[in-house]
């Protein structure tokens, strides 16, 4: 789905009711300066998981992580949201120019990579590397295998 | 302060309670330099927060005056309390006031979700989901998410740009802060006026280190720092709005 610059689109299969097993909510949105935006539709996707309030707060801010360490800041990202009863599936694409190990200086100021801090926030994180690179995030229920 | 106590006098106190430990001496220094404390609190008071609320954050400040102040400086005690006060308020604005204007309705919701988040972690010994809250606060599960990201609106801008403060205010925050200072406006105090603003990212550090050096969750560390968990979360954002100036394109 095409974005319009400067702009933020959803796109929900599930009807409106929320997301059912199995089908993607999607956004489109620029890289820069819509963190706000995935906040907001990631906790509503979230919450409806019955992940605690720390959990939800995690995973918007894996998300919100991801987002502002992307290099391209012109360009849009989409990133989709996937869930099967247990678990929150999120891919973030593309990501072009994003490592794993880049550095958080302002975080620690001592260079604690990119990956080691996601994985404090959500308990999978995958580069897909690629024409279009992709960061896949993971959480699961507790008590879920 | 009312006057009726010489710096000579103040002095005496603060040794009495230094060396031997008198803290009837202490008590004395405290009721001498509160109505100082109440003057600039009530200063500062109905622009979002309550005086009450702000005549304890002073009360603090003070208190942090009267242990830190160096006896065998040539400063006088008051000139070193002013600003350590106002640092201590500077410091509570900046971490509670609201960055944009944000529905009073939506004010008041996050301000329940987050004493009920408080109150359920407690009661329940795990984080509570959004549903939970939102029985609870007996509001619909998306406004408990609206409201929390109304929240993240709470503070995280420079002191320069120029706020609603309220719904019907709009001043600019560093005019909200100054205060006369009555010939105190030196180099050194400066120094320590700007020393509030040093320690909060201090604690920014120390938070965003428990959080992913250290793995703690937020409410361990909201109990570990003693602010609530909504704040620790704030405070890791801010932290994350930093980063974003941070890195650099390969």
């Given amino acids: 789905m095409a974005a319009i610059p400067g702009t933020a689109t959803v796109l929900a299969s599930s009807g409106g009711g929320g997301i059912v097993n199995g089908e993607p909510v999607v956004i489109t949105l620029p890289v820069e300066g819509y963190e706000h935006v995935a906040r907001l539709v990631t906790g509503g996707l979230a919450s409806r998981l019955e992940f605690g309030f720390e959990t939800v707060d995690d995973i918007q801010l894996a998300i919100e992580l991801v987002l502002r360490s992307i290099p391209a800041r012109e360009a849009t990202t989409t990133v989709s949201f996937l869930q099967d009863g247990r678990s929150l599936s999120v891919e973030i694409e593309p990501v072009a120019g994003l490592t794993l190990e880049q550095p958080l200086r302002a975080l620690d100021g001592g260079g604690m990579g990119l990956g080691a801090s996601l994985e404090r926030l959500v308990d999978t994180v995958e580069l897909r590397a690629g024409p279009e690179p992709v960061v896949v995030l993971g959480k699961t229920l507790p008590g879920q295998p | ?250």
């Fill in chain 2, 1 to 250: 302060m009312n006057g009726t106590t010489s710096e000579v006098d103040r002095r005496s106190l603060l040794r009495a309670y230094r060396e031997q430990g008198d803290i009837g001496a202490r008590d004395r220094l405290v009721e001498d330099f509160m109505p100082l404390i109440t003057s600039l609190a009530r200063r500062y008071a109905g622009r979002g927060e309550q005086f009450e609320d702000l005549r304890q954050v002073a009360s603090l400040g003070l208190v942090k005056a009267i242990e830190r102040f160096d006896l065998d400086r040539d400063v006088e005690l008051v000139t070193y309390i002013f600003p350590t006060v106002v640092g201590e308020l500077k410091r509570h604005f900046r971490d509670r006031i609201w960055a944009v204007s944000v529905p009073r309705r939506l004010k008041e919701l996050h301000q329940q979700v987050s004493r009920l988040l408080e109150d359920q972690t407690a009661r329940l010994g795990r984080s509570p989901t959004i549903a939970e809250l939102a029985e609870a606060a007996g509001v619909t599960e998306e406004e408990v998410v609206e409201a929390i990201e109304a929240g993240r609106a709470y503070s995280a801008r420079s002191l320069t740009s120029s706020p609603e403060l309220d719904d019907d205010s709009d001043v600019e925050l560093i005019d909200l802060l100054e205060v006369e200072e009555h010939g105190y406006e030196d180099a050194e105090n400066r120094e320590l006026l700007a020393s509030g603003i040093k320690a909060l990212d201090e604690r920014e550090r120390r938070i965003v280190q428990l959080r992913f050096v250290d793995g703690l969750t937020q409410s361990q560390i909201a109990a570990e720092v003693g602010v609530s968990q909504m704040h620790v979360s704030r405070l890791i954002r801010r932290a994350l709005e930093t980063l974003g100036k941070e890195i650099q394109a390969p």
